[in-house]
């Protein structure tokens, strides 16, 4: 020992016994709305029961009503408005009076691991570790059975005769919804919920139990097992251990509760979790969610006293400048290798069509929704979805910027601003070469100076269609020298200014068809070129039957597609792609629609493959022939017919049919994309 220890002498070993009859059972109940002083040993327990999984416990005791202390006018209102002027067994007092109070306990602690009730005995100390510590309070569930009371008396009252309004009521129809699959978030948001909570409580059943007083026989027999009973002669009973290692043992260093937090939804920011992130990170997330916004707004956001400079540095890492605003990214809102929600197209094709869209917006304050659609080829929701980000619809003046241009930005910032403008041009010129037009396609001729302008759709109808007679001389000497060298000594097709149809798209000009009546314009040299034959080709292999409308859609979706540079498919007309379907052995179904039928002229072409070199092509020849008398058939009928002409055909056979052509709806047979709502 120390010699500074020699002051310090042992006066006296004491033995210490883990005692474990009690480990699991024990609990400690404290009362902490009453002194310590004033027990409740002495008071009548008239019940208790408890819930082990959940450590709760309640207790009934009675109430001297005999006690000066006792006001018993205020005890006969309590039960009255409890139980009412009725007496049968399920009443809470039985006397017409408050004659006993429950107590309900809540846990002190979830870790009772450093807690045990000890007992000293002849010079031996005998601790039991404790199962729960539990502080027991007044419950005043009864304040709710009155309130209960209260509400029935009161419906009682404004319900009248419920027997006759039973009788009157009539059969109504009743809508079965389906609940949705619950994803991972709404699930822990259920599980940490109130409601959700209460019901696990209430799961578990109560296990009543007898209460013994202190000074009982049972409760006396119950406290000798708080001693050791036995000791195992095997176990080590001397400490090895270090005083430092013992005292680590006897306080043990606490260890973090890992809190487990509410997922809240993935549209709130929260603004304490935010600025923990770095600088970039907080510019980049605030971009993510707004998507446009002022430089003074973003300041603002920031934690006060944030420099100016790094945030100029950060923002345009992740944002442009339009208007003087800024607007996030397009890769930062659809990062590689995802894809559209709506359409599943790739992320790069998303970038480019909302670089348009931002381009534009440099430009002009307003835009036009098909403009940008028919440039961009998208599917309708991702343009909607581009325009939504950085503009609203007017009434007659399209999409409009959503804010104004901020000129007090551009004008303390110019440096910025010129660099923008730069950063600007070279995606200008990225996208002239993607989509094929000019910044003279948005600016009307008369304009000497490219300032931002609103053009109009006749406008732009006019100045396409003196582009079409500007270049048509051209197109013909073009024209004319390839079909004479394709076709010999036979004489160029007529396409003069007579013959040329009012819908030329592009320069181009096709003749009429008398069985497409609504078209685009038609192809230059009247034959699809291979790629798009080879394009409708392989459509047609997977899809067996599509309507002009659906084929079109497929088409823009493959444009959108293709590799930067390598679009050749550009100016594509509805003549022409259907001339390409006719070419590729497919055939027009003239399907009898209904006179009301609401389908746009392009959703009543429908067209069907008609030879694919295999077995199963008599099998469809059949089908498109029904379809030629109703637009809507019964399986059975296709069975019937088919076994007419072909002999019995297999379930499986019949079913391939309908799957590879038709679709279900209401017990009836649709060809692909025909079914009416």
Not at 165 to 187: G, L, N, W, Y
Not at 503 to 510: E, K, L, Q, R, T
Not at 567 to 579: E, K
């Amino acid at each position: 020992m120390a010699s500074g220890d020699d002051d310090d002498p042992i006066i006296e070993e004491i033995d210490v016994y883990l005692a474990k009859s009690l480990a699991d059972k024990l609990y400690l109940f404290q009362y902490p709305v009453r002194p310590s002083t004033m027990t409740y040993d002495d008071v009548n327990h008239l019940a208790a029961k408890i819930k082990p999984k959940q450590q709760r416990v309640e207790l009934e005791m009675a109430i001297n009503t005999m006690s000066p202390n006792y006001c018993r006018s205020k005890g006969e209102q309590i039960a009255l408005n409890v139980d009412g002027t009725s007496y049968d067994e399920t009443n809470t007092y039985s006397v017409k009076m408050m004659d006993k109070q429950t107590f309900s306990s809540i846990q002190a602690t979830t870790n009772t691991s450093r807690y045990a009730a000890a007992v000293f005995r002849k010079g031996e100390l005998h601790i039991t570790p404790l199962t729960g510590i539990l502080q027991m309070r007044p419950s005043f569930s009864y304040l709710d059975k009155a309130d209960n009371k209260t509400r029935e008396r009161e419906a009682a009252n404004e319900g009248g005769d419920s027997s006759q309004d039973e009788a009157e009521e009539e059969a109504k129809a009743i809508t079965v919804r389906f609940a949705r699959p619950e994803s991972e978030q709404a699930r822990q948001r259920r599980i940490q919920s109130y409601e959700f909570l209460q019901k696990k409580q209430a799961e578990e059943p109560w296990i009543h139990l007898q209460y013994h007083g202190v000074k009982d026989m049972r409760s006396e027999h119950e406290r000798q097992y708080l001693f050791c009973q036995s000791v195992d002669p095997s176990e080590n009973t001397e400490l090895v251990k270090t005083p430092k290692e013992y005292l680590e043992m006897l306080m043990p260093p606490l260890a973090e509760e890992k809190v487990a937090k509410p997922v809240g939804p993935s549209n709130v920011l929260s603004m304490a979790q935010l600025r923990t992130l770095p600088l970039g990170e907080q510019v980049k997330t605030l971009m993510k969610n707004v998507k446009v916004m002022p430089f003074a707004n973003l300041m603002g956001l920031l934690a006060s006293g944030t420099d100016q400079t790094s945030v100029l540095r950060c923002i345009q890492q992740v944002a442009l400048l339009v208007q003087g605003n800024w607007v996030v990214k397009s890769d930062v809102l659809y990062p590689k290798n995802t894809c559209s929600a709506h359409s599943g197209v790739p992320a790069e094709v998303l970038c480019r069509g909302r670089d348009f869209v931002m381009w534009r917006f440099t430009q002009e304050r307003s835009v036009m929704r098909k403009e940008i659609a028919s440039i961009i080829k998208l599917p309708p929701e991702d343009v909607k979805e581009f325009l939504e980000h950085v503009a609203a619809p007017r009434i007659n003046r399209g999409w409009e910027f959503l804010l104004p241009t901020d000129l007090e930005f551009i004008k303390k910032h110019p440096d910025v601003a010129n660099r923008q403008q730069m950063l600007w041009l070279g995606i200008q010129s990225k996208l002239e070469k993607v989509f094929n037009f000019s910044k003279e396609d948005f600016v009307p001729k008369n304009s000497s100076v490219p300032e931002p302008v609103h053009v109009s759709g006749e406008q732009r109808l006019k100045m396409a269609q003196e582009r079409a007679q500007a270049n048509q001389p051209s197109l013909q000497r073009d024209l004319d020298a390839r079909r004479a060298e394709r076709d010999g000594n036979e004489e160029p097709m007529d396409t003069s200014s007579g013959a040329i149809p009012n819908g030329s798209v592009n320069g181009y000009a096709g003749a009429t068809s008398p069985c497409f009546d609504h078209a685009n314009g038609g192809s230059p040299a009247n034959t699809p070129s291979p790629e798009l034959q080879d394009f409708v080709r392989k459509t047609f292999r997977k899809h067996f039957v599509l309507t002009l409308n659906e084929l079109k859609r497929l088409f823009n979706l493959h444009l959108a597609s293709m590799p930067v540079g390598q679009n050749i498919l550009h100016s594509v007309s509805d003549h022409m792609l259907q001339d390409a379907v006719l070419l590729c052995q497919c055939k027009q179904i003239m399907v009898p629609f209904p006179a009301q039928s609401k389908a746009a002229p392009d959703e009543q072409k429908v067209f069907g493959l008609w030879e694919s070199r295999d077995d199963f092509d008599k099998h469809r020849r059949l089908l498109y022939d029904l379809f030629t008398k109703n637009y809507r058939i019964r399986r059975s009928m296709i069975q019937s017919k088919v076994a007419q002409e072909l002999g019995e055909a297999s379930k499986a056979d019949i079913d391939r049919l309908l799957h590879e052509c038709c679709s279900s709806h209401a017990g009836m047979w649709y060809l692909k994309g025909t079914i009416q709502s």
